[in-house]
Antibody, heavy 121, light 106 residues
Framework: EVQLVESGGGLVQPGGSLRLSCAASGFSFSSYWMTWVRQAPGKGLEWVANIKHDGRENSYVDSVKGRFTITRDNAKNTLYLQMNSLRGDDTALYYC??????????????WGLGTLVTVSS | SYELTQPPSVSVSPGQTASISCSGDKLGETYVCWYQQKPGQSPVLVIYQDTKRPSGVPERFSGSSSGNTATLTISGTQAMDEADYYCQAWDSSTASFGGGTKLTVL
């Protein structure tokens, strides 16, 4: 069974940092692009970033460029999102999701349960 | 980011057909996906590449695309289909979601 389990969320002060993790199992992690999507409380979905299967390509939504970094460790079957200079509008449930080997232009399936990030003083 | 426009809400009677639209000025150049999200749950892919249905998704879910508008159609809508639905597409190397449509089955 394909499974994605996010962790690392929590309460952080504005300007602070957090690193999210997404542990993958049940598929060949190193063959797939991966992505992060977030959802602010009561709001819609917002794509955040994605990363190629070998980690050599990535892209970000404009609002997080220069603050967030997506990486992966294929030996550990784990996806990461390093979040720096956090702001109140980064408060959201962060999901990781699998993208197809073709990557860009593809779909996200499946999704994890998410990890909640709250930025507040 | 690339803007995708969905109606905020759609209502349908049980057994009837529900249609949810998604418009964007580049949809004719890229595939559209659709996700279903029920309260307190993670999104689930219901349509990919405009018209394809993942394994396990009921046949009553279908997708189409023409020009700059994609449509998710649910035939014979059931109470269990009440959820938020999001379209998603790509513009170059970035992905965008529509604002979401709340489907109410009255």
């Amino acid at each position: 069974e394909v499974q994605l389990v996010e962790s690392g969320g929590g309460l952080v002060q504005p300007g602070g940092s957090l690193r999210l993790s997404c542990a993958a199992s049940g598929f060949s992690f190193s063959s797939y692009w991966m992505t992060w999507v977030r959802q602010a409380p009561g709001k819609g979905l917002e794509w955040v970033a994605n990363i190629k299967h070998d980690g050599r390509e990535n892209s970000y939504v404009d609002s997080v460029k220069g603050r967030f970094t997506i990486t992966r460790d294929n030996a550990k079957n784990t996806l990461y999102l390093q979040m720096n200079s956090l702001r109140g509008d980064d408060t959201a449930l962060y999901y990781c999701a699998r993208a197809p080997p073709s990557g860009i232009g593809g779909w996200f399936d499946p999704w994890g349960l998410g990890t909640l990030v709250t930025v507040s003083s | 980011s690339y803007e995708l426009t969905q109606p905020p809400s759609v209502s349908v009677s049980p057994g009837q057909t529900a249609s949810i639209s998604c418009s964007g000025d580049k949809l004719g150049e890229t595939y559209v996906c659709w996700y279903q999200q029920k309260p307190g749950q993670s999104p689930v892919l219901v349509i990919y590449q405009d018209t394809k249905r993942p394994s396990g998704v009921p046949e009553r879910f279908s997708g189409s695309s023409s020009g700059n508008t994609a449509t998710l159609t649910i035939s014979g809508t059931q109470a269990m289909d009440e959820a938020d639905y999001y379209c998603q597409a790509w513009d170059s190397s970035t992905a965008s979601f529509g604002g979401g449509t709340k489907l109410t089955v009255l």
